[in-house]
């Protein structure tokens, strides 16, 4: 994985959250590890762009997202406020 790291390292306009990211991905499965060291082996050249292009592409991709949360979740309702529109407007 190092080795790989110092790869990701080298890429013409790397990132430090780019790298983590990637490692992040990787460490997953050994099958993505495969995968995206064969991308950048076939496009030696990729930016990072392109291989979080590949990344994202990959069926897998969206298994480590985060579940969705439902609005109310996300914004409780709260005594005396209207959530009318876009702005709230307080009854307090």
């Known amino acids: ?12 306009d790397t990132y430090y959250d780019f790298v983590i990211a990637v490692l992040t991905y990787v460490k997953k499965k050994e099958s993505r590890l495969k995968a995206v060291e064969s991308f ?3 496009n030696p050249s990729a930016l990072t ?13 969206y298994e480590d997202a ?11 309702k709260m005594k005396g406020i209207s959530y009318a529109g876009t702005a709230f407007t307080s009854n307090i």
């Open 1 to 12: 994985m190092e080795a790989f790291a110092i790869r990701l390292n080298n890429i013409k």
């Open 40 to 42: 950048m082996n076939e």
């Open 49 to 61: 762009s392109d291989i979080l292009e590949f990344i994202s592409d990959q069926d897998d991709f």
């Open 66 to 76: 985060a579940p969705a949360r439902s609005e109310a979740t996300r914004f409780p």
